[in-house]
């Protein structure tokens, strides 16, 4: 078994060798490969973990199961590289019991009050897997699926195309619906996503990534101390079930004003009944985006101070879901048998608002047949002196 293993791994690695080119003298130098190996299987299905390298040591590590980001590996001010996402050594974790680490989110990231909405007249039923609403795709959502994945490599970029078409009625959502989601490692250590899809029906679409960050080192303990910056003036306030009330609420004078850099733990158990519904941030932010620019503008900074990590996101979305990991609770063991305890991790996920299907206020979120769906965001690090 273990001689087969070996076997499939090298055969992966020459079949993407292969593609990248070997060339002659005077060719162009070769971008650097992106290597494949076995990570188990899914319902019948192999499941593989891809690995992008680029010219200054950043690693990120993809398996085409959910398009889960296992690993994300960034030099430190010291120039030391360390993995700054959450998750697990094996697939097994990833299918029973993730809070969605790292993974890809669809057909629609966050919740749909109560599970249902209607369009076009007609009322469409979504399972309910977040008490009364749906969350995140439902029961099988993107994250649970095995997406067909072709790897690139050129001289500054290596990435992964992931693709897989959602048939019509999967989770209840109406519409064939054909994804595409790219992953690319530039060597400006730059990881970007784009996002398309087209449908055949009129459909609720909203994709988004769902890692969690610790930039001092996966495990190295809670999030309280990173500095943050979100580059939003209002957000949209949630009941007790945490969907929105439909109010574009003002940053200003709250907790939720990160407008200039505070630290997350800085007001997080002040007593505002909005940290209280979510036990801290769990909030979509409506991004400050100048009017009709298709271009990716800055969402959001996060800043270590520890290691000197700087994350830098943009995005074409309209908003960002910022979750401080209030519902981690020592239950899960992650990689190297780390135990993740509560607000080890943050999330920052660019995206359409929540049960904007049911809000007729907030954009739309609805693709139409004829239509593409196409967003970006762009993860950017780099390093901050003392």
Not at 28 to 38: G, N
Not at 209 to 220: E, V
Not at 247 to 259: H, K, M, N
Not at 323 to 335: P, R
Request: aromatic share 10%; net charge positive.
């Amino acid at each position: 078994m273990r001689r087969a293993q070996n076997i499939q791994r090298i055969a992966g690695v020459m079949m993407i060798l292969a593609s990248v080119g070997c060339g002659g003298r005077g060719a162009p130098k070769a971008a650097l490969a992106v290597t494949k190996e076995p990570f188990g299987s899914v319902g019948g299905k192999p499941v593989s973990v891809y690995t992008l390298r680029n010219a200054k040591g950043m690693e990120v590590r993809v398996t085409d199961f959910g398009g889960i980001i296992l690993s994300l590996k960034v030099p430190d001010r010291q120039g030391r590289p360390g993995d700054v996402v959450l998750g697990f050594d094996s697939l097994a974790p990833y299918q029973t019991n993730s809070p969605y680490f790292g993974a890809l989110i669809g057909r629609y990231g966050n919740r749909i009050a109560r599970g249902h909405f209607t369009l076009d007249g007609k009322t469409y039923t979504l399972a309910t897997n977040n008490g009364a609403n749906a969350l995140h795709g439902g029961l099988k959502g993107f994250n649970k699926v095995v997406w067909d994945a072709q790897p690139f490599s050129e001289p500054t970029r290596r990435g992964l195309v992931l693709r897989y078409t959602s048939p019509d009625g999967e989770e209840g959502y109406p519409g064939t619906l054909k994804v595409q989601v790219t992953y690319t490692l530039t060597d400006d250590d730059e990881l970007i996503f784009d996002y398309q899809a087209t449908t055949d029906k009129a459909t609720p679409v909203n994709l988004t990534q769902h890692s969690y960050f610790n930039l001092a080192g996966d495990g190295a303990g809670d999030i309280l101390g990173h500095v943050v910056m979100v580059n939003a003036s209002r957000y949209t306030p949630v009941d007790s079930t945490l969907i929105p009330t439909g109010e574009l609420r003002s940053v200003a004078g709250t907790p939720f004003d990160f407008r200039q850099p505070t630290a997350i733990g800085a007001r997080i158990e002040q007593p505002d009944p909005q940290l209280k519904f979510a036990g801290g941030y769990d909030h979509n932010f409506v991004l400050d985006r100048p009017a009709a620019v298709d271009t990716p503008t800055l969402a959001a900074r996060v800043y270590e101070p520890g290691s000197g990590r700087v994350l830098e996101i943009r995005t074409t979305e309209p908003g960002m879901q910022f979750y401080s990991g209030n519902f981690l609770d020592g239950t899960l063991k992650g990689k190297g048998g780390v135990v993740y305890k509560h607000r080890y991790g943050f999330a920052m996920e660019t995206q359409h608002y929540p049960d904007s299907p049911n809000q007729s206020s907030f954009p739309s979120t609805i693709l139409q047949p004829g239509q593409e769906y196409r967003t970006r965001t762009i993860y950017a690090f780099s390093v901050q002196a003392k």
